[in-house]
């Protein structure tokens, strides 16, 4: 049974940081994409963060510069790492992995999700 658990949220002050960890089980990843999403209070869930399995990432126009995907294929985990952080980076963080290797955006094109973890930035 695949599971991926996310930890490392929490409260932080404006410009603080975080670093989200995503710890998949059950199965290997290291040839699959895994992304990052967000999800606000009354907003739908959008794209964070992408990255496949050679090391190649994208990341949405709002974090880039202060977010950073990355993974340890030994560990068959993926971070992100969070700087600069906003009152509007508030949300619901979940991780996904991909059946595909290929970077991904969309909601739809992620097969496992894991439960998500609050991040907090009080202003």
């Known amino acids: 049974q695949v599971q991926l658990l996310e930890s490392g949220g929490g409260l932080v002050q404006a410009g603080g940081s975080l670093r989200l960890s995503c710890a998949a089980s059950?199965?290997?990843?290291?040839?699959?994409?895994m992304g990052w999403f967000r999800q606000a209070p009354g907003k739908e869930r959008e794209f964070v963060a992408s990255i496949n399995w050679s090391g190649s990432r994208i990341h949405v126009d709002s974090v880039k510069g202060r977010f950073t995907i990355s993974r340890d294929n030994a560990k068959n985990t993926v971070y992100l790492q969070m700087n600069s952080l906003k009152p509007e980076d508030t949300a619901v963080y979940y991780c996904?992995?991909?059946?595909?290797?290929?970077?991904?955006?969309?909601?739809?094109?992620?097969?496992?999700w894991g439960q998500g973890t609050q991040v907090t930035v009080s202003s």
């Open positions: 996904a992995a991909r059946r595909s290797s290929s970077l991904g955006s969309r909601i739809n094109e992620y097969d496992y």
């Open positions: 059950g199965r290997t990843f290291s040839n699959n994409a």
